[in-house]
């Protein structure tokens, strides 16, 4: 079995700020990992996800994550946030040899003018 | 294009009534998932599917049936609702196994009081 760790409930920020959100992993086999935002009153949408090859992925919107084996994290960054980003943000693992993905806690990010 | 989509968006219940969430898919994908959320507790898994007639237990199933008669319809069916079961329901679909990206509906707030 897999799980996740988001280190961080709530980050409030400035606009044109950069933000990083923080993720971390366990699991005992292979993973794919995930990140997706959810804007208020909305179902969730995929930002980014690793499956294999170069451990930075770029996703939508001006993110980028960074996969670490060795510190099995997933950290998710911007480097210049708008009012627009405001959502909360989840980390989601699944074992390469299984289907079902676990979710993080959720970090909810405030931008601030 | 509709994708997932999930009714009613919002419900009350008295304890020990039933009721049925819907959750319908226009894309053709195999791969059906309903999950809840709760503050602070991110998306748990309650059932989860892989095709018409096969359905399966997630993490958090108990107080909760499914079924799955064809493609595009996976509903979700409470028979004695509880004050636990106060949540954010969200149906989620996916075209492959790996489930690498997963499309999610808009969500039913449902209560029970």
């Known amino acids: 079995a897999q799980s996740v760790t988001q280190l961080d409930s709530q980050v409030p920020v400035f606009e044109e700020a950069p933000v990083e959100l923080r993720c971390n992993y366990s699991?005992?086999?292979?993973?794919?990992l995930f990140w997706y935002v959810q804007y208020p009153n909305q179902g969730l949408q995929l930002l980014l996800k690793?499956?294999?090859?170069?451990?930075l992925v770029k996703g939508i919107n001006g993110f980028e994550a960074e996969f670490n084996k060795s510190q099995t994290s997933f950290h998710l960054r911007k480097p210049s946030v708008h009012i627009s980003d405001t959502a909360e943000y989840f980390c989601?693992?699944?074992?390469?040899?299984?289907?079902?993905?676990?979710f993080g806690a959720g970090t909810t990010v405030t931008v601030r003018a | 294009n509709a994708g997932v989509t999930q009714t009613p968006k919002f419900r009350i219940l008295k304890i020990g009534q039933s009721m049925t969430l819907q959750c319908a898919q226009d894309?053709?994908?195999?791969?059906m998932y309903w999950y809840r959320q709760d503050p602070g507790m991110g998306l748990k898994l309650i059932y989860y599917?892989?095709?018409?007639?096969?359905?399966d237990k997630g993490e958090v199933p108990n107080g909760y049936n499914v079924s799955r008669s064809t493609t595009e319809d996976f509903p979700l069916r409470l028979e004695l609702a509880a004050p636990s079961q106060t949540s954010v329901y969200f149906c989620?679909?996916?075209?492959?196994?790996?489930?690498?990206?997963?499309?999610f509906g808009s969500g039913t707030q449902l209560s029970v009081l």
């Open positions: 599917s892989v095709g018409a007639g096969i359905t």
């Open positions: 989620a679909s996916s075209y492959d196994r790996r489930g690498e990206k997963l499309f």
């Open positions: 894309m053709n994908h195999n791969y």
């Open positions: 690793y499956l294999s090859g170069s451990t």
């Open positions: 699991s005992s086999v292979s993973v794919y």
């Open positions: 989601a693992v699944r074992s390469t040899n299984d289907y079902k993905l676990s």
